[in-house]
């Protein structure tokens, strides 16, 4: 990714956030540092701080990008017509939140413990309000499991689907068609 100096500030931040995201993956946040990022960008490491007060807010915005994003996914996919088709829109749509931002899903499954103790709070409240509304969902359709199952499998299938789409694929409706699927198998699973 080059090209950082001929950049508008907003496209800039941007390649900054994408770079990030591929790194703190591929690195870790520990061994990722601001000259790597800058460098991936075409742009020096302390030129980034124009753009980012530091490595930790850099990760603290990726992150709260990821949730609003899975938020905003899950508000939309709740306008299904019964509650079996509201959870198969949800899934769709975080299937395909991890099919285009594989690199950013994974950074903030895995880095969270890097955020400083106020944004880590907010990005874990985020998380289990999104997690209720899976809970919400799943108890919706299937009157076997409580509220605890539900959580499982939640979490179970989302641990799933984020592991399957890190592998390189063909055809982006393909594997968004096939996870989905699958996902909705093991949500029924007995």
Known sequence: MSGGRSARPRERR????????????TKGFR???????????????????????SKEALLT????????????????????????ETLRLMMRAAVTHVVDDGPL???????????????RRRIERRHRAIVDQWVDGI?????????????????GISAMVTAAAQEPISSREKIIERLT?????ALFAR
């Open 14 to 25: 941007e390649m900054i956030v994408a770079a990030a995201a591929e790194l703190f993956h």
């Open 31 to 53: 061994a990722t540092r601001i000259e790597d990022i800058g460098a991936a960008v075409g742009m020096t490491g302390p030129a980034l701080y124009r753009h980012f007060e």
């Open 61 to 84: 915005e990726l992150l709260e990008r990821y949730w609003q994003r899975a938020a905003h996914d899950t508000r939309v996919a709740r306008q299904g017509r019964t509650p079996r």
């Open 105 to 119: 899903v994974a950074t903030a499954r895995t880095q969270l413990a890097h955020l400083p103790p106020a944004a």
């Open 139 to 155: 108890l919706a359709v299937r009157d076997d499991v409580d509220a605890e199952e539900a959580r499982v499998i939640a979490i």
């Open 181 to 185: 699927r699958m996902a909705m198998a």
